[in-house]
C-alpha cells in the first residue's frame, strides 16, 4: 500500500498574506522601514517587552548586526556551542573574531552553564548562547556570569520566537537578540529575521549599522536636516513585501504556536512508551522555560544506526532529518574557531538526534504513522 509522503516541514500560510502584499504594493513603498516594517517592530516590542525592533533580512543579518554592537574586533573570542547553525559563528568570525566552543547540556541540548565560566580569557569579548529547539538556555547564570565579566550577550533566539525563560521572551534577556522569520520556523516570511536591541545605549548604532552606516532613520524622523555616513554598516533591512508577509503571521503567531504545541504534545505521548523502553529519548524541558514547539527531536539509544533508521522512514515517505553537523569538527570550525575543554556530549547528542516532522496541518494519524514506523523499527533494537 502506498502512503501518501510527509514531509519534514510545510510553511503555514494565515490566508492574509497576499492581501497585505497588494496593500504594500497599492502604497507605492516597496523599500524598507515602511508601514508593515513599522507594524512588526510595534509588535515585536510589546511582545518581546524591548525598547527595539529591527526587522532585518535574515536571522544571520541580526546577528551580523550584533557582532558590529558587541565591537568585536580581530582575534576577540566569543563563547558559543559548537551544536548551532554556522551564522552563529560566521557573524563573528566576519568581524575577526575567534568563536570559543563549549560543549552542550545533555538535557536541553543548549549551551552548559557550567562551562562557560572556565572558558573565559582575557580576550573574551561576548557570549552567544543558542536556545535550540526554542527551549530557553539557562539565562540567568549566563547573564550574571557576562556582568560579572563584563562580557556581552547576544541571544541567538533564531528558534525562539514566543519562548520564554522565567516569563521573559527569548531574546529579550541579553543585550542583544537575534530571530529567525525563515520558512522553517514557526512565524515566517520565506527569509526575513530581527534584531532585539534590549540596551537602550545601542539602539542610535544599530539604527546607522542597519541602514549602510548612515543616520537615515534621524533624518526621516526630523532629528537632523541631511543623512550621511557615520560608521560601518550595511544593507541590512528587508523588502516591504517581506514585511507584509510577515505581519500576516504576527497577527496570528499565538494560535500558530498554540496549534504547534499540540502536535509536539501529540508525539510526545505517543513516543512515552518508546522513551520508557530505554530505545530513545524525548525532550527535556525544563519547567522554567515556556517553549514554542519549534521542533520535536527524538534521541536514539547509542549502537543504533540512525542513517538506517532515516533510510526506513524515507522509504515509507517520511521525510525525518538529523541536524547539525557540530562547527568544532568542520572545517571552517577548525580554522576560525577553537575548542574549550571535551566536546563529549556534543559529539555524542548530534550523532543520536532526529528531528521528526512538526508543521501546521500535520494530522494525528500522519503522528501517529510516522511514531508506528519507529516503534516497529524498536522491536528489533
Known sequence: MQHERIPFNRPYMTGKELDYIKQ????????????????????????????????????????????????????????????????????????????????????????????????????????????????????????????????????????????????????????????????????????????????????????????????????????????????????????ELIAAFLWAQLQEAQNITRMRLEAWERYHQLLAPLEARGVLRRPVVPKECQHNAHMYYILLRDGINRQQVLETLKNNGVNAVFHYVPLHSSPAGQRYGRVHGSMQMTDRQSERLIRLPLWLGLTPAQQERVVGLIADMAGNW
Open 24 to 239: 504594500a504594493e497599492a502604497g507605492a513603498m516597496l523599500s524598507g522601514d515602511g508601514p508593515f516594517t513599522k507594524r512588526c517592530h510595534k509588535w515585536l516590542e510589546e511582545h518581546a517587552g524591548v525598547p527595539t525592533a529591527l526587522l532585518t533580512h535574515s536571522c544571520t543579518a541580526a546577528l551580523e548586526m550584533g557582532a558590529l554592537l558587541a565591537d568585536i574586533q580581530p582575534g576577540d573570542e566569543v563563547i558559543m556551542p559548537s551544536y548551532t547553525f554556522v551564522s552563529t559563528a560566521n557573524a563573528f568570525v566576519l568581524r575577526g573574531g575567534v568563536p570559543v566552543f563549549v560543549d552542550i547540556r545533555e538535557d536541553t541540548l543548549n549551551l552548559d552553564e557550567r562551562l562557560i565560566e572556565a572558558a573565559i580569557t582575557p580576550r573574551t569579548k561576548a557570549i552567544a548562547p543558542v536556545h535550540y529547539a526554542g527551549v530557553a538556555c539557562e539565562m540567568d547564570t549566563i547573564m550574571d556570569i557576562a556582568r560579572r565579566h563584563g562580557l556581552k550577550v547576544v541571544e541567538d533566539a533564531a528558534q525562539g520566537v514566543m519562548s520564554t525563560y522565567k516569563g521573559r521572551a527569548l531574546g529579550s534577556i541579553g543585550d542583544l537578540g537575534a530571530y529567525s522569520f525563515h520558512e522553517t520556523k514557526n512565524v515566517i516570511s520565506g527569509e526575513g529575521g530581527a534584531l532585539l536591541v534590549n540596551d537602550p545605549a545601542l539602539t542610535l548604532r544599530a539604527e546607522i549599522i542597519r541602514e549602510k552606516g548612515t543616520d537615515r532613520s534621524r533624518f526621516f524622523r526630523g532629528e537632523v536636516d541631511k543623512y550621511t555616513w557615520q560608521e560601518v554598516g550595511s544593507s541590512f533591512l528587508p523588502g
